[in-house]
């Protein structure tokens, strides 16, 4: 199982890597819910999830996500000792903090530029990052953790950027402003006009066949007349 669940882990890398441009340190966002389910499970994050992910990991937190945890107490004392040990990399929440799950959010939005992992036990939190284009998501299930395959809007974003279909507005406009400038709109435009139709049948299909010829170029009826004067010719030798 441990194999397996490696070769799918490497399969989603290499996904997220050829078409996210994700790149090693791989830099991973914890909530208090990954870290409350690692202590529970014994699962040691800064030493296993590298050779899982297969590359050098950074794992990072937020502010919101610190404060979220104290504010929870004794229940969760040990995942906020656990969660304190990470960088902490700067949210827009400093002064009014907001809950771990919606800091966590802003974090990926515009496209994920700085190429977070999200690590969280939260379902709800789970679905929304799924929503989202170009955002591994990690969790933790039978004491193991796991690379969540890639969710249907990254792979349908893939799907555009492949067939040439994901060009920007702006792009676009451009793109006809310059072929309006150097004539080529009217001269695609004439080309289409003067698309040549479907013709007609075959000229060569039209013509008749010619009738076959045997022996030496002769018309069938030619043969016959010959072989019966042949016939003639043999009779009266035999009556003579």
């Known amino acids: 199982m441990g194999l397996r669940r490696q070769k799918h882990a490497k399969k989603h890398m290499g996904f997220y890597k050829n078409n996210f441009q994700f790149r090693e340190p791989f830099q991973v966002l914890l ?32 502010r919101c996500v610190l404060k979220e945890l104290e504010s929870l ?3 969760l004392y040990g995942a906020k000792l656990i969660a304190q040990r990470f960088q902490i990399r700067n949210c827009s929440h400093h002064k ?7 800091c966590l959010l802003s974090m990926i939005e ?6 977070f992992f ?23 299930i039978q004491n193991t953790m796991v690379l969540d395959k890639p969710s249907p809007k990254s792979l349908a974003f893939v ?23 150097e004539g080529l709109a009217k001269q695609e435009g004439e080309r289409r006009r003067k698309r040549k139709r479907a013709g007609g049948p075959n000229p060569l299909s039209c013509l ?18 010959k072989r019966r004067k042949r016939k003639r010719n043999r009779v009266k030798a035999e009556a003579v």
Do not use: M, W
């Open 31 to 62: 909530d208090g819910t990954f870290c409350q389910a690692a202590l529970c499970n014994k699962i040691q994050i800064r030493e296993q999830l590298p050779g899982y992910l297969d590359g050098a990991t950074e794992l990072c937190t937020t």
């Open 208 to 225: 008749k066949k010619k009738k076959k010829k045997t022996e030496e170029g002769q018309e069938p009826s030619a043969v016959k007349k």
């Open 96 to 102: 009014d903090p907001v809950s771990g799950s919606a």
């Open 110 to 115: 515009e496209g994920n530029p700085h190429h």
């Open 159 to 181: 799907q555009k950027l492949q067939t040439s279909q994901l060009v920007p507005e702006h792009q676009k406009q451009s793109i006809v402003q310059l072929k309006e400038k």
């Open 118 to 140: 999200i690590a969280t036990q939260d379902q709800d939190l789970a679905n929304k990052v799924k929503k989202k284009a170009g955002v591994p998501l990690l969790f933790i």
């Open 73 to 75: 107490g004794k229940a």
